[in-house]
């Protein structure tokens, strides 16, 4: 394969209380903070590094499509339908905001789930085959 970009290495999530948030990200998605100070907090969370950014209240991630249905920006991944619906339960337990597992149509099924600062995140059953070749085989 010629890859001009390996991976994606950091996403930028804007946040309105970087202390409120980062709270969040740990207790609620298991998180870990790399670094944190007034202004940003850089989390190591589903194999990649996240930045939440201080940014102006009622701003987030989200957009609106050409259906005019407003749209998440990042998809997590589960192995497996009983692992969406485990980690639905468990966000929706602990006070999340989540949305309906859906059949889009894919492999797998799907669910939606929102941060305190109404950042939209959707979650897939399905691990993608690089993923599962890469880290899978080191299990094993």
Not at 24 to 45: F, M, P, S, T
């Amino acid at each position: 394969m010629n890859e001009k970009l390996w991976r994606i290495g950091t996403t930028y999530i804007p946040v309105s209380d970087i202390e409120l948030s980062a709270n969040w990200y740990l207790e609620k998605l298991g998180a870990r903070v790399n670094y944190q100070d007034d202004d940003k907090c850089i989390l190591d969370l589903a194999n990649q590094s996240i930045f939440l950014v201080r940014s102006p209240s009622g701003q987030n991630a989200n957009f609106i499509d050409l259906a005019g249905e407003e749209h998440f920006s990042i998809t997590f991944e589960v192995d497996g339908v009983k692992s969406l619906e485990f980690l639905r339960l468990e966000l929706a337990v602990d006070d999340v905001r989540v949305g309906e597992l859906e059949d889009r149509g894919h492999a797998g099924r799907n669910f939606v789930f929102y941060d305190p600062d109404g950042n939209k995140f959707d979650v897939w059953s399905e691990l993608s085959p690089r993923f599962k070749e890469k880290y899978r085989l080191l299990e094993g």
